[in-house]
């Protein structure tokens, strides 16, 4: 089945950086468009970074443009946020998902456990 499991959540102060890495299995990675999306306390979950199935297309939220880079290695199955110069309001539980489609191209997201980002002033 699909699994994605998060890592590289952590405390950092502002201005500091971090790198999310979420490993992917149980479907074909490189045929699948994944994103980045995060929620703070009593927020909506919000659309941070999204990347094409072949890594050649990305988009970002307004919010964090400038500041993250989403990446991916298909030879690894995994999909990374790079994120620097951070802000307190950057401060979310953070998830990567997956754009599953199926033999009759119906699309499912599967979503992974989440990884903690706390951003100290």
């Known amino acids: 089945q699909v699994q994605l499991v998060e890592s590289g959540g952590g405390s950092v102060q502002a201005g500091g950086s971090l790198r999310l890495s979420c490993a992917a299995s149980?479907?074909?990675?490189?045929?699948?468009?994944m994103r980045w999306y995060r929620q703070a306390p009593g927020k909506e979950r919000e659309l941070v970074a999204r990347i094409s199935s072949a890594g050649d297309s990305t988009n970002y939220a307004d919010s964090v443009k400038g500041r993250f880079t989403i990446s991916r290695e298909n030879a690894k199955n995994t999909v990374y946020l790079q994120m620097n110069s951070l802000k307190p309001a950057d401060t979310a539980v953070y998830y990567c998902?997956?754009?599953?489609?199926?033999?009759?191209?119906?699309?499912?997201?599967?979503w992974g456990q989440g990884t903690q980002v706390t951003v100290s002033s």
């Open positions: 998902s997956a754009i599953v489609g199926d033999l009759w191209r119906r699309e499912y997201e599967y």
């Open positions: 149980g479907f074909t990675f490189s045929s699948s468009a």
